[in-house]
Structure formats: structure tokens, C-alpha cells
């Protein structure tokens, strides 16, 4: 019974994705966005099946599912303790600890709202993982159609150059396409670079605005320091559409004041310090169950010295790690292979790069400021490979989309002018 009852929602899925105008209107034609959306269903079904194969005694991606299952009977029984638990906390500290990775009540919301959805689900899946997950990829789906469309603006040709970057990087699709908050936060992340650069680039509209909104307070909740990236980023690249500057220069300007700022704080303020903050994250993942790819911390201490005398390993881990010699288990070596790639593929792009207009535009630069700061943060905090590479994947496309696409369009060049 539940075989058909997932097969009826994957053709309801495949047919509703082609009749969707915010998909329809990426320019692909009706066969190609039913492929990758089925390509984006297969990834969850894929990782769904590997977690619980291989680590059955228990993973988050069916912990959550187990939770949605426990939050339905709750909403049987019980559908106003069921919202009401949304906004309680049960911590003696109450409501503190907001930026804490663990024993927190907002470390537990993420968990909590996506508990509660995948117990609305369960009206309809009965409970079963896969279809839970079918249900959540035809959501998070529209986060990848939401970069391409911002990508396809940019760049008028190599459509399939943009596909692969937005759609098709492994590790991109395999960890957003799970029952879990990275799902969510790639599909927030896509959502508001849509409507921050439509804004910006046909005009503000109410629309837009309650959609960033949505976005970025979904993104505060579910990793908040993702959406503190975000607001440098946000204020530089919207300098950059009426300063009429170089956007590199204006970026950089506007990071350098937010960290003058911060200094400032500090020195009015002698307790606010954010470094503490992020050394607190770090004791927190330390905290927690060692994994079997974990390797040893940096030692930080809370002073700018430390910070800088450690960027190198820090830069090491969020950006280089895992290498094929140094791969903590097997499950890590096709990861450390896709990396390679990417490392050599963005060298290539150096050696070969021109300048020219497409390839300047300042929302890339937004793109790779926050990605930047998101992949050194975690190789200060996050002492885990397997964690590293999750927390990566969902900022590739932004990395490797416009590598993808200056590759594609060079190589495409250079057989046109040899033919």
C-alpha cells in the first residue's frame, strides 16, 4: 500500500513541478526539470537508505522521521500543545543561549519545526521516511530552481553549465535532499538570493519583501550564524547597486567597517566579545559523541592573535578537507575525489581567466563573501569531517556554479574556433 501510495505522489510531484510558473519560467523544458527533480527525489531516497543501512542504530535523518512520527500522535491527541510547544522552553535558562550547539531551546527549534512538519506529513505518508522525504524535496527543490534562476540572469547562455552547478554538484544534492535542517536552509539560502537580486535588479516589491522575510528569519532560526553572514553581504551588494563602484572594493569596505564595529562593541562593552561565542560553539561540538571522522580541534582562545595564528589550519579544514591520503573512513574518499575536482577546476579557471562583465557581476561577489565566511567559520568551530563536508556542500553552488560556467564557455569557444 505504501508503495502506491508514493508512487502517486511522485507522479502528482513530477506533474506539478512543470505546471509550478515559478519553475516553468527557468526557461528548461518540461523533460529536463522532471529529471532533475526526480534526480533531487532519488538523492533523498539515496541518503535515506544509507543512514539506515549503515548507521541503524541511529542517525538524524530518521531520528527526525521518528520525531514527525511522535509530533502526529501529538497533533491527534492534543493539536493546541502541539503548536504551543513551538514557542516553550523547557531549559531552567530558559530562553538563553541563543547561538549554543547544544542543551539550548533554540538549538532545539530547528529540530522542533521540522518535527512538526514532518507530523502534518504524516497525514498523508502514514509515518514512511521515503515518502516524508518525496514530500520535502518538492519543497526544497525550489531552492535549486531559485539559484538557477538567478544564475540563468546573469549568464544568457550555457544553460547546462548552470544546471550543473545549481542542481548537479554531488555532495550539494545528496546532503540537501535528506530529512533534515540543511535541506531547509539550502531552500531558505536559494529563496532569499532570489528575491534579494530580483529586487535589486526589476525593483522592490512587497513580495520580495516578505518572502527575504521569511527566509532570512527561517535561516536566523535554523543557523543563526548563517544569517549573520548574510546581512554584511546584503549591505554590500546593495552598495553596490547605487554606488556604481568597484564591487570588490565596496565589499570589502563595508566587511572592514562591520569588523571595526564589532571592535568598537568590544571596547564599550568589554563582555560582548564574539569570539567567545565562537569558541563556545566550538566546546559544544566537542561535547558531542565523537564521530569517526573527528580529528583534533584548534585550541582557540578568545583574542584576535589566536584567531589569526590559526587561520591557516582553520582555512585547511573549512576549505581543503578531506584529502584522499588523509580520509578519516571510505564513506569519505568519493567526497575527498569531488573536492580534488573542484580545487583543480577552480585552479584551471585562474589560469585561463579573462575578464569580462558576466563574470563581475557583484551578486557573485555576494555569493563568495558569504561562502567565504560560512567555510572559515566552520574550520574554526567544527572538528568533525563528516560535518565539514555537510555544512559545505549547501555554499558550492555559489563557489563553483560561475566556475562551471566560465569552463564551459572557454572550452566551448576554443571547439568553435578550432572547427
Given amino acids: 500500500m505504501l508503495y502506491l501510495l508514493f508512487a502517486i505522489y511522485f507522479v502528482a510531484g513530477c506533474y506539478l513541478v512543470n505546471r509550478i510558473p515559478f519553475i516553468k519560467n527557468t526557461g528548461l523544458d ?26 541503524p542504530q541511529g542517525n538524524d535523518y530518521w531520528n527526525l522521521n521518528t520525531a514527525g512520527q511522535k509530533e502526529y500522535q501529538l497533533l491527534l491527541s492534543d493539536p493546541a500543545l502541539f503548536f504551543k510547544e513551538i514557542f516553550v522552553s523547557s531549559y531552567p535558562n530558559g ?7 547544544v542543551g539550548t531551546y533554540w ?69 540537501s535532499s535528506g530529512i533534515h535542517k540543511d535541506l531547509v536552509v539550502f531552500c531558505l539560502l536559494g529563496l532569499f538570493s532570489y528575491c534579494l537580486y530580483f529586487s535589486l535588479r526589476k525593483g522592490f516589491n512587497t513580495r520580495y519583501f516578505f518572502m527575504m522575510l521569511i527566509s532570512f528569519t527561517g535561516l536566523l532560526l535554523m543557523r543563526n550564524f548563517l544569517a549573520i553572514a548574510i546581512i554584511p553581504a546584503s549591505i554590500g551588494l546593495v552598495s553596490c547597486f547605487y554606488i556604481k563602484r568597484n564591487g570588490l572594493v565596496i565589499f570589502t569596505s563595508v566587511y572592514l567597517a562591520c569588523f571595526a564595529m564589532l571592535l568598537l562593541l568590544h571596547a564599550l562593552y568589554p563582555a560582548f566579545n564574539p569570539l567567545h561565542i565562537i569558541i563556545q560553539r566550538q566546546q559544544d561540538f ?8 573527528q580529528f583534533q580541534a584548534i585550541n582557540l582562545e578568545p583574542t584576535l592573535k589566536s584567531f589569526f595564528i590559526h587561520a591557516p589550519q582553520a582555512i585547511a579544514s573549512g576549505f581543503f578537507r578531506p584529502a584522499v591520503w588523509n580520509a578519516e573512513t ?48 566552520t574550520g574554526y568551530i567544527v572538528p ?22 566560465y569552463l564551459y564557455h572557454y572550452f566551448q569557444k576554443k571547439i568553435h574556433i578550432n572547427i
Fill in 30 to 55: 518540461s523533460a529536463a526539470i522532471s529529471m532533475l527533480f526526480i534526480l533531487k527525489v532519488c538523492a533523498g531516497l539515496l541518503i535515506g537508505w544509507m543512514s539506515q543501512k549503515y548507521y
Fill in 95 to 101: 530562553y538563553e543561549g541563543f547561538f549554543n550547539a
Fill in 107 to 175: 538549538n532545539d527549534l530547528k529540530n522542533t519545526m521540522i518535527g512538526k512538519l514532518l507530523g502534518v506529513f504524516n497525514i498523508f505518508s502514514r509515518g514512511n521516511y521515503y515518502i516524508n522525504s518525496l514530500f520535502l524535496n518538492f519543497f526544497g527543490f525550489f531552492g535549486h530552481v531559485a539559484l538557477y534562476r538567478v544564475f540563468s540572469d546573469i549568464y544568457k547562455s550555457g544553460k547546462w553549465a548552470l544546471v550543473a552547478g545549481c542542481f548537479l554538484l554531488p555532495s550539494t544534492l545528496y546532503f
Fill in 286 to 293: 566537542q561535547n558531542l559523541p565523537e564521530a569517526s571522522s
Fill in 330 to 377: 571510505i564513506f569519505l574518499i568519493p567526497l575527498a575525489i569531488e573536492l580534488h575536482i573542484y580545487v583543480l577546476s577552480c585552479l584551471l579557471m585562474f589560469i585561463l581567466y579573462k575578464r569580462n562583465g558576466a563574470a563581475m557581476n557583484n551578486f557573485l561577489l555576494w555569493g563568495l563573501f558569504i561562502a567565504f565566511f560560512m567555510l572559515l567559520l
Fill in 384 to 405: 568533525n569531517t563528516g560535518s565539514l563536508v555537510r555544512y559545505r556542500s549547501l555554499y558550492l553552488p555559489f563557489l563553483m556554479t560561475p566556475v562551471c560556467w
